[in-house]
Nanobody, 124 residues
């Protein structure tokens, strides 16, 4: 059984940093592209960042470029999202996702596995 478990969310002030983690089990993590999405109430889930298994190809949402960094440690079956310079508009539930094909695409329908989400709240 495949499971993705996110952690690291919380309540912070604008300008602060957080690091989200996503621990995978039940799959060969190094064979999967991993991505982070976020969602706020009433809105569609939004692609934030994604990385192929060797991190050769990495994509970011334009709004987070220069502030967020996606990384992964395949030896630990863990993906990370380092978020610096947080803004109130970054407030959302953040989800980890994995797909077995190559590209870290923004279409959430193309991801096979999802975590349960972790809440990030940024106060201004």
């Amino acid at each position: 059984q495949v499971e993705l478990v996110e952690s690291g969310g919380g309540l912070v002030q604008a300008g602060d940093s957080l690091r989200l983690s996503c621990v995978a089990s039940g799959l060969s993590f190094s064979d999967y592209t991993v991505a982070w999405f976020r969602q706020t109430p009433g809105k569609k889930r939004e692609f934030v960042a994604g990385a192929t298994w060797t991190s050769t190809y990495i994509n970011y949402l334009d709004d987070v470029k220069g502030r967020f960094t996606i990384s992964r440690d395949n030896s630990k079956n863990t993906g990370y999202l380092q978020m610096n310079g947080l803004k109130s508009e970054d407030t959302a539930v953040y989800y980890c996702a994995a797909r077995s094909l190559f590209a870290p695409v923004a279409d959430d329908n193309l991801y096979e596995y999802w975590g349960q989400g972790t809440q990030v709240t940024v106060s201004s």
